[in-house]
């Protein structure tokens, strides 16, 4: 029997032969130190396929301090929860900005659980991330300094904590709850309820002060009785729904809430309340399922995959410069209007 030849693993030595160029080349081109041109490169990228050459990334981070890992937390409850598609959107943001600068993305969910984000953030400590994006659970991350201990940069999305100098990616919560109840204002409503997921973290704080600002720029006196909050699911969006048919007050209704939205029309289209002649509805967040339903939903759009862009360009400033200050920075929604209102 005749004993196979052993192949030795590709070598960094062996693509700079394939492609002609030097070591050292290969390495730019592999770590992204410096620039190198569209041609050469290339030549590299072909050689490095073609010989199934993987760069030991263990060496290169012990090397550099670098990983080139960045990761990410989000806070998705269950896999049905409709905050799936939002944050989903927001990652391909983040993910497609990190590849074009040479970074690989590591996704984690908190289930909007403290001690899960804890656990995740204490396993990125262990994988020698570059940098860390937050979707947070709570507001109070006083502790993440002595959990951290600045060996990274961390950038918040979506929701702002207290207690922690960080760079905010967020959207215009404030101004697009104001523009959903200002335009139902100038509908003609005066009595607009406004149905939220449970009040505290800053995201349905700020939708509910912009709904409050709206009323008083038009002078229309706050009630609040036309506050309704509840836990964020179909089933509570349905139960809400019912209570302001039941209270006969309300014309209008801003939901801040996007699986809330989905439980209060499954409500109207069972009892056959007609939407927007007998109650007119503006949603929070717009998906393919708000064009296509009857009558097509009135939405505010977050700026989702804009919003895990800047976030990635933060943080790689971040890595970059270190001394940098913290920044907050507010992507504008729109208001996408439709036939509910």
């Not at 989000?74 to 600068?101: C, S, Y």
């Not at 209570?243 to 699986?259: D, K, L, T, W």
């Not at 927007?276 to 097509?296: L, R, S, T």
Request: charged share 25%; net charge negative.
């Amino acid at each position: 029997m005749v004993a196979r030849e052993k192949r030795n693993k590709p070598s960094i030595k062996d693509v700079a032969a394939m492609s002609g160029v030097s070591t050292a080349t290969v390495s730019h081109v592999i770590n992204g130190t410096r620039y190198v041109s569209e041609e050469v490169s290339l030549k590299v990228k072909e050689a490095m396929k073609e010989l199934n050459y993987v760069p030991n990334r263990i060496a290169r981070t012990l090397r550099s301090h670098q990983s080139h890992l960045i990761g990410l937390i989000i806070p998705v409850k269950e896999a049905t929860d409709t905050a799936n598609a939002f944050f989903m959107i927001v990652a391909q943001g983040i993910e497609e900005t990190l590849t074009r600068n040479g970074y690989k993305l590591i996704l984690c969910n908190s289930h909007e659980n403290p001690e899960k984000e804890k656990e995740h953030l204490q396993m990125f400590n262990a994988q020698l991330v570059d940098g860390l994006i937050l979707a947070p659970t709570g507001n109070d991350y006083s502790y993440l300094d002595d959990l951290l201990k600045k060996q990274y940069p961390i950038v918040f999305i979506d929701r702002k904590p207290q207690n922690y100098q960080g760079d905010y990616i967020l959207s215009n919560n404030f101004q697009g709850a104001y523009d959903a109840t200002k335009h139902l204002i100038e509908k003609g409503h005066k009595h607009i309820g406004f149905m939220s997921g449970e009040l505290g973290l800053t995201t349905s704080n700020e939708r509910l002060k912009g709904y409050k600002q709206a009323l008083v720029d038009s002078n229309i006196a706050f009630n609040e009785s036309y506050i309704k909050e509840d836990g964020a699911s179909l089933e509570n969006g349905y139960k809400l729904a019912k209570e302001f048919i039941e209270q006969q007050e309300v014309s209008a209704i801003f939901i801040a809430n996007n699986i809330m939205t989905m439980g209060a029309i499954s409500y109207f289209q069972e009892q056959y309340i007609k939407i927007p002649a007998e109650i007119a509805i503006v949603g929070f967040d717009d998906y393919e399922w708000a064009k296509i339903i009857n009558p097509p939903l009135t939405t505010v759009k977050q700026p989702a995959f804009e919003l895990g862009q800047k976030a990635a360009e933060v943080i790689l400033e971040r890595i970059r410069n270190k001394e940098l200050e913290p920044e907050e920075y507010i992507l504008d929604t729109s208001l996408i209007i439709r036939k509910s209102s």
